[in-house]
């Protein structure tokens, strides 16, 4: 399954797919080559905003320049952000756009996706162990 759903910011489900199957013949090689890249934009890139401690995230921002128009009379940039984790054996992935803002995708769609990783890989607090004092 590509996505479970997509949740608008009030709550509503906005869409929900009928995931089907699709092969994509691409040599192992190249792919490693994207993941590579995806790895270290997180850890050295545009996407350091997604770089946690408890889980190795991967993924890409982009950005969208818009010239003022009727639709976006401000011109002002759509920005996204595409991710996945573990790096090593992905569970997850983790899209954000967002519509006419006022940014780019590493300063503003990487934070959220911070976020969802944070909360679906939270940090774990270290086990207290019985320490006798004298």
């Given at each position: 399954t590509l996505a479970k759903q997509a949740i608008a910011r009030n709550g509503a489900v906005k869409f929900r797919p009928d995931p089907k199957k699709t092969k994509i013949d691409v040599k192992p090689e190249f792919l490693a080559s994207v993941r590579r890249?995806?790895?270290g934009a997180v850890t050295h890139g545009t996407s350091v905003a997604t770089n946690l401690p408890q889980v190795q995230v991967a993924g890409k921002t982009g950005?969208?320049?818009?010239?003022p128009s009727i639709h976006n009379k401000h011109g002002r940039n759509h920005v996204?952000?595409?991710?996945?984790?573990?790096?090593?054996?992905?569970?997850?992935t983790v899209v954000v756009f967002l519509e006419k803002?006022?940014?780019?995708?590493?300063?503003?769609?990487?934070?959220?996706?911070?976020?969802c990783y944070e909360h679906l890989y939270p940090v774990k607090a270290p086990e207290s162990k019985d320490v006798t004092v004298l």
């Open positions: 890249g995806m790895r950005t969208v320049e818009n010239s996204w952000f595409v991710s996945f984790a573990p790096y090593e054996n992905p569970e997850v803002s006022h940014g780019y995708g590493g300063s503003l769609a990487a934070p959220i996706a911070r976020k």
